[in-house]
Nanobody
Framework: QVQLAESGGGEVQAGGSLRLSCAAS????????MGWYRQGPEERRDLVAS???????NYADFVKGRFTISRDNAKNTVYLQMNNLKPEDTAVYYC?????????????WGQGTQVTVSS
């Protein structure tokens, strides 16, 4: 079983910054990719940013230039540095990991961390 432990959410004023962390633990062969999604009230869960084991990144248009995803492979941890936050960034942010186990890939989700940006 794999667990994803998220941290770093909270409340900040518009223009401020937050850094989210997500650490994967458990038994697995390797992490194929890790990423962050977000879901506002009564909204769908949307991709924010993702990072593959090869270092390829993908960002949603609404965060380009403001958010940066990075990863510490030794710690099986992915980070999301969020700068110049806007009230519309308010959402629950979920960590997602695609993990290789026994020659198959599986998707896992964290429990979510609330980010609130006040104007």
């Amino acid at each position: 079983q794999v667990q994803l432990a998220e941290s770093g959410g909270g409340e900040v004023q518009a223009g401020g910054s937050l850094r989210l962390s997500c650490a994967a633990s458990g038994t697995f062969t390797s992490i194929v990719s890790m990423g962050w999604y977000r879901q506002g009230p009564e909204e769908r869960r949307d991709l924010v940013a993702s990072l593959t084991i090869d270092g390829d990144t993908n960002y949603a248009d609404f965060v380009k230039g403001r958010f940066t995803i990075s990863r510490d492979n030794a710690k099986n941890t992915v980070y999301l540095q969020m700068n110049n936050l806007k009230p519309e960034d308010t959402a629950v942010y979920y960590c997602e990991a695609r993990i290789s186990q026994m020659f198959q890939n599986y998707n896992y989700w964290g429990q979510g961390t609330q980010v609130t940006v006040s104007s």
